[in-house]
C-alpha cells in the first residue's frame, strides 16, 4: 500500500514538472519572439519612454498609429492597445461616412451625429482619443477637394433609389453606433469602478 502510494506520489511530481516544464519553455519562446518584433527591443528605459510618450501624442492628436506602434502598444501596455485598436476601427467607419456624403449638409449631419457619439461615451477612457481622432478626420476632410466639389445642399429629385438606401444605411448604422458607445461607455465607466475597488480592496489587506 505505501509502495502504490509513493509511485503515485511520484507520478505526480513527475506530471507537475512535466507541465511546468511546457510552460516554461512556452514563456520562453513567447518572450523570444516578442522581443524579436519589439521595435524597442535593446533600447535603454529613457528611450523606450520617450518612444511610448511619442506615440501617446499621436493618439492624443488623432493621427493614425503605424503597425510598429501598434505592436509596441500590444506588448507593453495592452489597455491602451485596446483602445488604439477602437480608434483605428472607427477612424475607417468614419472615413466610409464621410465619403458617402453627397453634400456638405450631409457631410455636417454626420459630424453632429458623431459628436452625440462622443458625449455619451463620458466616463470612457477612450473618449479623449476617439475625440482627437473624428476632429482629425473631419478636419482633413474637409480640407480635401472632394468636400470643396460637394454642393451645400443635395438637389431635390438627384438622388437615386441606390443612393437613397445607402444613405438610410447611414442614418441606421449611425444610431446602432450611438447605442453601441452608449453601452461600451457605461462598460468602460463599470471597468473603472471595479478598478477602484479592486485597489481599495488591496489596500486594506495590505494594511
Known amino acids: 500500500m505505501d509502495f502504490k502510494l509513493g509511485n503515485m506520489a511520484a507520478g505526480n511530481t513527475d506530471s507537475a514538472e512535466k507541465t511546468e516544464g511546457r510552460q516554461t519553455k512556452a514563456d520562453i519562446w513567447k518572450k523570444a519572439l ?87 461615451m463620458k466616463g470612457d477612457p477612450a473618449q479623449e482619443y476617439m475625440t482627437a481622432m473624428v476632429e482629425k478626420e473631419v478636419r482633413d476632410f474637409k ?24 444613405f438610410r444605411q447611414n442614418d441606421n448604422g449611425m444610431e446602432e453606433d450611438i447605442a453601441l458607445f452608449q453601452k461600451a461607455a457605461a462598460y468602460g465607466r463599470m471597468q473603472v469602478q471595479c478598478d477602484r475597488i479592486g485597489k481599495l480592496a488591496q489596500s486594506y489587506l495590505s494594511a
Open 34 to 120: 516578442e522581443t524579436m518584433i519589439d521595435p524597442t527591443s535593446g533600447m535603454e528605459e529613457p528611450e523606450r519612454a520617450n518612444y511610448e510618450q511619442k506615440i501617446m501624442q499621436k493618439l492624443k492628436s488623432g493621427r493614425r498609429l503605424t503597425a510598429e506602434e501598434l505592436e509596441y502598444l500590444r506588448i507593453h501596455n495592452p489597455e491602451m492597445y485596446k483602445i488604439a485598436v477602437r480608434v483605428e476601427t472607427e477612424r475607417k467607419v468614419l472615413k466610409t461616412k464621410l465619403s458617402n456624403c453627397k453634400s456638405k449638409e450631409e457631410v455636417q449631419q454626420v459630424v453632429s451625429i458623431q459628436m452625440e457619439v462622443l458625449k455619451a
Open 143 to 166: 480640407r480635401t477637394t472632394e468636400y470643396a466639389r460637394l454642393p451645400q445642399k443635395r438637389e431635390k429629385g438627384k438622388k437615386t433609389a441606390r443612393e437613397e438606401k445607402l
